[in-house]
């Protein structure tokens, strides 16, 4: 039977809060939006409320239980999109995972990712090659925040991002047995030409200024990922989420 309970206008602007770093630490609350988000999302995070449209819950009467029915003009002050989706849910945000041991393991580092797009994108290409963790300094976006939740299509359900003093911790991982720290330069070795090991940390610098001289003093293997054909007029830099790939590829063997 479908949860009918008011929609209140605190709801709502507890819901739109969200939208904001401080509206979610003070309410340990995030959102997902739309059906694809939703659906991937559900299974994973402790769940606080679904809203959604009649239309939306017809088509997926198994969650009737535990959904309120909205209309159209109440999930559209909630959403933080342009185009308002059919169900917005919200969930708790888990609590912070210790930073696992880097033996074994490929990770990636985050030096000021401060685009939302651009760190949903790396969240997801990590979720695509198997990366289950992420160190992030603490100037980095949340991974929480509405715009990024959207860009992960579901993959901030299989990676955890960590929240750290970057330097310091690369130190630590370093001391711990992390088999090396790779960094892209424009005067590093060719990526393509450069033998590398299945496992280590990947560190993404910032989209205007790459990585910065503190994390750069840990890095340990600088890479270089060559435009094409050499010498050639390019654009200054790769995206940062681009950059993620490519690296991730050749850690890969693809």
């Not at 109440?74 to 999109?81: F, K």
């Not at 001391?175 to 496992?199: C, K, P, R, S």
């Not at 200024?209 to 790769?238: C, D, F, K, M, W």
Request: proline content about 6%.
């Amino acid at each position: 039977m479908q949860n009918n309970h008011a929609i209140t206008n605190s709801i709502i602007s507890l819901i739109g809060s969200l939208d904001t770093r401080k509206g979610r630490r003070k309410s340990g609350l995030f959102k997902a939006e739309g059906t694809k988000c939703v659906l991937d999302t559900l299974p994973h995070f402790s769940l606080e409320a679904v809203y959604a449209t009649a239309e939306w819950l017809e088509d997926h009467p198994e969650l009737a239980d535990v959904a309120t029915t909205a209309t159209r003009g109440d999930i559209s002050r909630m959403s933080s999109l342009v185009t308002a989706p059919d169900v917005v849910a919200v969930y708790h945000i888990p609590a912070e995972k210790p930073i696992p041991s880097p033996r074994g393991r490929l990770m990636l580092a985050l030096d000021t990712i401060q685009d939302p797009g651009n760190l949903g994108t790396i969240i997801r290409v990590a979720d695509w090659f198997g990366v289950t963790d992420i160190i992030a300094s603490r100037e980095t976006a949340s991974c929480f925040s509405p715009k990024v939740v959207q860009a992960t299509m579901g993959s901030i359900a299989r990676v955890a991002v960590h929240y750290c003093d970057l330097p310091a911790e690369l130190v630590r991982l370093k001391e711990q047995g992390a088999e090396g720290v790779y960094g892209t330069f424009l005067d590093g070795n060719n990526i393509a030409d450069v033998e590398i090991a299945a496992e280590g940390i990947i560190v993404i610098g910032n989209e205007g200024n790459g990585i910065s001289p503190q994390v750069e003093r840990e890095v340990t293997h600088r890479l270089l990922i060559p435009s094409y054909p050499a010498g050639r007029p390019t654009g200054e830099s790769l995206n940062a989420a681009v950059a993620t790939a490519i690296t991730l590829a050749k850690f890969r063997g693809i």
